[in-house]
């Protein structure tokens, strides 16, 4: 066999494994973006019941984005940002791993997709993490739900109950209910910052 017949060999070999590849990333991708889609459908569908039951909610959508907006009363409001991530990678944070797959893989079928969340009570970084795996687990950790699983297709009377779940959490931050609440922090409060119209600097206590 002669070198470029040999070369030609190994590159379609090549090609289909990075064909392989790529599709299964593909599929990945796709399934978390239909996964966002249905979270996002729930906690549309629980914040309009939430409306119905005396509460001010409000949700945005911008394509890959959810804002939900939860008020108690006036000056007592939260919110929650949902973002679904572009891309896919191996995931690393063990309690979101999917069982069947080994931590110490980087084959594209243990990787997951990503959706985030953020909320203004929880600083900069992301409160909530939900990976999603080919097969169509998903996982998720964070403040607003501590630990909790499922798969894509479940029933909605399932994924909705998870979504009023999201919505409660917004609710007891909202109105300091269900273990939620401030403390005083330790920074030092100052005469001119009272004078000023300073608030003191308080502390988020969340909900175990």
Not at 17 to 28: F, N
Not at 57 to 71: D, G, H, P
Not at 85 to 105: K, N, Q, W
Not at 148 to 156: C, K, L, M, S
Request: proline share 3%.
């Amino acid at each position: 066999m002669g070198f470029e017949e040999s070369a030609l060999t190994r590159l379609r070999r090549y090609r289909e494994e990075a064909d392989r590849s790529l599709e299964v990333q593909r599929g990945i991708g796709e399934i978390t973006r239909r996964f966002s889609e249905r979270l996002f459908a729930g906690l549309e569908h629980s914040a309009a019941l939430g409306r119905k039951a005396g509460f001010a909610m409000e949700t945005e959508r911008a394509k890959s984005v959810l804002v939900l907006r939860v008020e108690a009363a006036p000056g007592a409001e939260t919110r929650l940002t949902l973002g679904l991530i572009g891309g896919v990678a191996a995931e690393t944070d063990e309690d979101l791993m999917h069982e069947d797959l080994s931590r110490y893989s980087l084959e594209p079928s243990g990787y997951s997709g990503r959706i985030l969340g953020w909320s203004e009570e929880a600083g900069e970084e992301p409160c909530q993490t939900f990976a999603v795996y080919w097969d169509g687990v998903w996982k998720t950790k964070g403040l607003f739900v501590t630990k909790a699983r499922g798969r894509v297709e479940d029933a909605d009377e399932i994924l909705n109950g998870f979504c009023l779940r999201i919505v409660g959490r917004l609710v007891d931050l909202a109105a300091m209910t269900g273990g939620a609440g401030r403390r005083w922090g330790t920074e030092p409060y100052t005469l001119p910052a009272l004078l000023s119209g300073g608030d003191h600097p308080t502390e988020m206590r969340w909900p175990g």
